[in-house]
């Protein structure tokens, strides 16, 4: 690999009442993919915004290219060649993809910028990357995986010898995290290094040189490429063995809670939509990005207007037109994109757990406080949410807490059929186990679930039957004792077999 360029000795980070790195270590080589993970809290954030300049450490030393360093900005880390993509895209829409890329170090002479230079540079590394546009294009107008590679050419521009990513594919489809991993490994062969986090260890598996884990702010092992298997970096991450992640018992199945016939969605005009639910039953729904899954459960929510279609909750008929009439009939939606649509994240754990039942918490015109906090506690005790107190504003919560509020808003409301899109999306391995384990429980009393997942494990590990969608149609219907992963993708590609329909 050569030799390292960057080295992190005995870093600790303290915040009022709270140790988030404790003497951890780490060492980046020349060319080198290095996956940090570790669950949510374990100081991978607070080292990664060391490192980029964001903020100073209290103690150890950080080394790039053999000596000392220590970074007062952003700007000083960008000059020693370290760069951060953040999760959450640091781009302005309105600016072209050049304007973007050299934003706050436009170059020119006697205060006048120079354009020439600016798009001459910019062609250059967005060729580097291989994204074929224009450096005069608006970034609105490129797609969210193309965004993502302006980003990495932005690092480049800059000279970054290390380019870190953090949680780089979390909103991207199947085919522009290929792309993205293309790119990854075209820079490792030119020499730059990358530090990937992500929650997602079949990405690790594949992109890392070597996994270095961290846990309750220390560093928890490190594993060799030959030595990186999904088992050993959750082993390492959560301390202990997970030998049956997905605890799924069978239940006894009662009636028919939620009956679909006939569903056009607007996306899809041409294709309609049938199945049932019953009543303790989890139902999974697989297919790629593009294949309506999420289309559809926002119809049955009535978030989307439906083409057409007959829905029966509980036996109760009629199609939902908003999301009160779902919410009335006895439908629940958790959306995928939490924090834009499920939590309001500058409110209160208590404000956004009782929103939905403020008609059911009121006195009068007023909120009946009393009643509101019982349902509060009651929620975050049956959820175990993790929170200093229910008025802790909710943005400064963990992904899997964040997840938990949205989960406590709907079942307060007591539906009888939970859907799901993306439920373990964004979150670390041990809070995925606890969703897991809440899905698990709320089929055991009877709720039906209905979840979208992206994550082939998780349909085969939480479902007792799948349904799998390609181009807005159900293409077949698999049990579980049929599940495997050459079937579903098969079905998810618009194959044949003959479990389908």
């Known amino acids: 690999m050569g030799e390292p360029f960057l080295e992190v000795r005995k870093i600790t980070k303290r915040f009022p009442g709270v140790v988030a790195l404790s003497g951890v270590d780490l060492r980046v080589n020349v060319g080198e993919v290095v996956a940090l993970i570790g669950e949510n809290g374990a100081g991978k954030s607070t080292l990664m915004k060391i490192l980029a300049g964001v903020q100073p450490a209290d103690e150890g030393a950080l080394l ?3 000596k000392v360093v220590r970074f007062a900005h952003v700007q000083d880390a960008q000059k020693a060649g370290i760069a951060l993509i953040h999760q959450e895209l640091n781009l302005a829409d309105n600016l072209t993809v050049a ?12 205060g006048w910028i120079d354009q020439r230079a600016i798009e001459r540079e910019a062609k250059r590394v967005l060729e580097m990357v291989g994204l074929e546009v224009s450096p005069d294009t608006l970034l609105s107008e490129l797609t969210l995986g193309k965004q993502q590679l302006v980003e990495i050419a932005k690092a480049l521009s800059t000279e970054a010898k290390v380019i870190i990513m953090d949680e780089p594919t979390s909103s991207l489809s199947m085919n522009e995290s290929e792309r993205l991993f293309e790119v990854i490994r075209d820079l490792r062969e030119n020499g ?6 992500s929650h997602r260890l079949g990405e690790v598996k594949e992109l890392a040189d070597r996994v270095v884990v961290f846990r309750d ?13 999904h088992d050993a970096m959750v ?23 939620l009956s679909v016939r006939g569903l056009r969605t607007v996306e899809h005009p041409s294709n309609e939509l049938g199945f049932e639910v019953r009543a303790g039953e989890v139902v999974g729904v697989a297919g790629l990005v593009g294949a309506g899954r999420s289309e ?8 989307r207007p439906a083409l057409s279609g007959e829905v029966s909750v509980g036996g109760r008929e009629g199609l939902p037109r908003s999301p009160r009439e779902a919410l009335e009939r006895g439908l629940a939606l958790v959306p995928e994109d939490r924090k834009g649509q499920g939590v309001i994240l500058d409110m209160a754990v208590k404000e956004n757990m ?18 509101e906090e019982e349902l509060v506690a009651e929620m975050t005790s049956a959820l175990s949410v993790k929170t200093p107190g229910s008025w802790q504003l909710v943005r400064f919560l963990s992904g899997g807490n964040q997840q938990k509020i949205v989960l406590a808003k709907w079942l307060a409301l007591k539906p009888k059929v939970l859907l799901l899109d993306e439920p373990t999306r964004g979150i670390d391995i041990g809070a995925k186990e606890e969703i897991y384990l809440l899905m698990e429980r ?3 009393e009877g709720m039906a679930i209905l979840f979208v997942s992206s994550e082939m494990e998780e349909i085969m590990g939480m479902a007792d039957r799948t349904l799998v969608m390609h181009e807005g149609r159900i293409t077949g219907e698999l049990a579980r004792e049929d599940f495997s992963e050459e079937a579903i993708m098969e079905l998810a590609t618009g194959g044949n077999i003959n479990k389908a329909e």
């Open 442 to 444: 709320f089929a055991s």
């Open 296 to 303: 559809m459960l926002a119809a049955l929510f009535g978030a």
């Open 217 to 229: 702010g220390e560093n928890a092992g490190m594993l060799e490429r030959d030595e990186v298997d």
């Open 192 to 197: 730059v290094s990358v530090i990937y986090i």
């Open 99 to 110: 304007a973007n890329m050299f934003l706050g170090r436009e170059p020119g002479k006697f």
């Open 64 to 66: 790039v290219d053999g």
């Open 354 to 371: 009782s929103l939905a039942s403020l008609r059911h918490a009121a006195r009068g015109p007023f909120v009946n406080v009393s009643k």
């Open 235 to 257: 082993r390492m991450m959560v301390g202990r063995d997970v030998s049956q992640f997905y605890q799924r018992t069978e239940h006894e199945l009662g009636e028919v809670a």
